[in-house]
């Protein structure tokens, strides 16, 4: 089993870690630009134990788009299918996480799928509270839940960094407001949308998540947070579209359900069995993380973790 071996982990972990030169920290958000290149970190949890730790798994880092497995978790459970999947499709794009070309090329003019920063933006404006501050802490108040950990908070000055820089997030949010895909005010979704991505947590934290996920929407203790309809759903989107242009690779090298952000992490959730959490900066070219799918192309080849 996984939690045994550990010297056969880190060797691993070294040998991934080498594939960070290969890779580029995000600048496109300012505040990511700080990060470390060499980075990489990981944490797995089987429901008892973090069973596997290595590198600085207490180090922080943004969710960045890992945040759009929760949001939409949350909006499923809040509004259900049918008004979910009336503002957002289910079918992977091939084309980069910030791509508006699809838009306007479908009819009616949805975003394919919730993955994507245009349909994680819907997906958002689903989210239930009166006021920006309000939907935060009801998106915390669940992160916690899933975590079992209630200090997580957002990054205010990543959150910001990104509100500042964030046009073509709002480029994409105005075409979906004139399409009627979303209401209300375009700054407000933004400004819940880079708090929604800053949220800031450790791989500890995420290799948790993780775990729910991967148990059918129960926590370690047995306590139900996502119906196991919903925790089903939001995996299969992992698999399709979790990696975004990079999904079908990574199905085949990995089989594992993932969901990376442009932070360098990566939460994984391999059914019935464990979560993942993983930081690691150094992006490729489709903004996930290299060292970080490297890692997770060893740990499946070793340890059997493909679900296919
Ligand atoms: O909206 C953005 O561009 C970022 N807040 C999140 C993008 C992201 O994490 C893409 N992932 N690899």
């Known amino acids: 089993m996984i939690c045994k071996g550990q010297l056969e982990l880190d060797e691993m972990v070294k040998q991934a870690q080498k594939s960070t030169i290969n890779g580029k920290v995000a600048n496109y958000i300012p505040a990511l630009a700080k990060a470390e290149r060499d980075v990489l970190a990981v944490s797995i949890f089987d429901g008892a134990d973090l069973c596997f730790v290595a590198g600085n798994s207490e180090e922080r880092f943004t969710l960045q788009s890992t945040s759009k497995v929760l949001t939409l978790a949350l909006a499923l459970m809040d509004c259900g299918e049918d008004k979910v999947f009336k ?6 794009t091939g084309d980069p996480f910030n791509s508006i070309s699809k838009l306007e090329t479908q009819i009616p003019s949805k975003p394919l799928n919730p993955m994507i920063n245009a349909g994680a933006l819907a997906v958002s404006s689903l989210i239930k509270g009166r006021t920006v501050e309000e939907k935060v802490q009801y998106l915390l108040a669940f992160i916690h839940k899933l975590s079992g950990n209630n200090k997580i908070t957002y990054n ?29 005010d375009v700054n407000e979704l933004i400004d819940f949308y880079t708090k929604q991505c800053a949220i800031e947590l450790t791989c500890n934290d995420l290799a948790r998540i993780g775990y729910v996920l991967a148990n059918e929407g129960r926590c370690a203790d047995g306590q139900e947070v996502i119906p196991f309809e919903i925790a089903r759903l939001v995996k299969t989107f992992m698999v399709t579209c979790g990696m975004y242009n990079a999904s079908g690779e990574f199905a085949i090298k990995v089989g594992i359900p993932a969901k990376s952000g442009v932070s360098g992490c990566i939460l994984g959730a391999v059914p019935n069995r464990l979560g993942i959490g993983i930081y690691g900066p150094s992006l490729d070219e489709k903004g996930n993380s290299v060292a970080g799918m490297k890692l997770l192309e060893l740990l499946a080849e070793h340890y059997h973790l493909s679900i296919f």
């Open 87 to 92: 503002k957002v499709g289910m079918e992977p």
């Open 156 to 184: 205010k000055e990543v959150a910001q960094s990104e509100y500042e820089t964030a046009d073509l997030n709002r480029a994409l949010a105005y075409f979906l407001k004139q399409h009627h895909i979303i209401d209300g």
